[in-house]
């Protein structure tokens, strides 16, 4: 049995979650999400506290215990508060600007890096070189962040890139001169 599996999830204040079948709704004030459950997992809702057990002793449904805890957990958690990820951009001349639902970065390419952001994420810009991503879903949130990363990722020798706030980018020496 799985030690994830096995804890419990309190629901906050302002948060509904309801099951329909094989599908859980939570509700809140951030939005709404809905997780589809496999089979030989059961979710059950009581008191404020949302149950998540095994039913099946197959070692498929034994993997998918922990897995179905977190995916609910992390819903309720982003209808209650929301996910957040924070890009930094790093180079001279790189610039990040906000049209809309548009992103554009420049980014020492001939062109300008045009990104549309998906339905339900949302873009802040502290700085020009400071991106941070917002929205409810944990997998979209860390997806679309993974994507600008993508166009530009840091490398090793300045440092130059996209790197996440908290990342670290390990730095190699140069070429060195013949003495």
């Known amino acids: 049995m799985s030690r994830i599996g096995k804890m419990p999830i309190t629901i906050p204040d302002g948060v509904k979650v309801a099951i329909d079948n094989s599908l859980v709704k939570v509700d809140g004030p951030k939005g709404h999400l809905a997780q589809r459950v496999p089979p030989g997992i059961g979710v059950s809702v009581e008191k404020g506290v949302v149950a998540i057990s095994n039913k099946s002793s197959q ?24 996910f957040e990820k924070s890009l930094e951009l790093v180079g001279i001349g790189y610039r990040a600007e906000l049209k809309g639902t548009s992103l554009h970065l420049s980014l020492g390419y001939s062109h300008p890096v045009r990104f549309e952001l998906p339905k339900g994420i949302t873009a802040k810009l502290e700085k020009q070189t400071k991106i941070t991503i917002e929205g409810i879903d944990k997998q979209l949130v860390g997806e679309t962040a993974a994507i600008i ?31």
Not at 64 to 76: A, C, K, Q, W, Y
Not at 153 to 178: F, H, S
């Open 59 to 82: 070692k498929k449904s034994s993997a998918l215990h922990g897995l179905t805890r977190s995916l609910i957990f992390n819903m309720v958690t982003g209808v209650s508060k929301g």
């Open 149 to 179: 990363r993508s166009f530009k990722k840091p490398e090793p020798y300045k440092g130059k890139g996209i790197k996440y706030i908290n990342e670290t980018v390990k730095r190699k020496i140069g070429k060195k001169g013949l003495k």
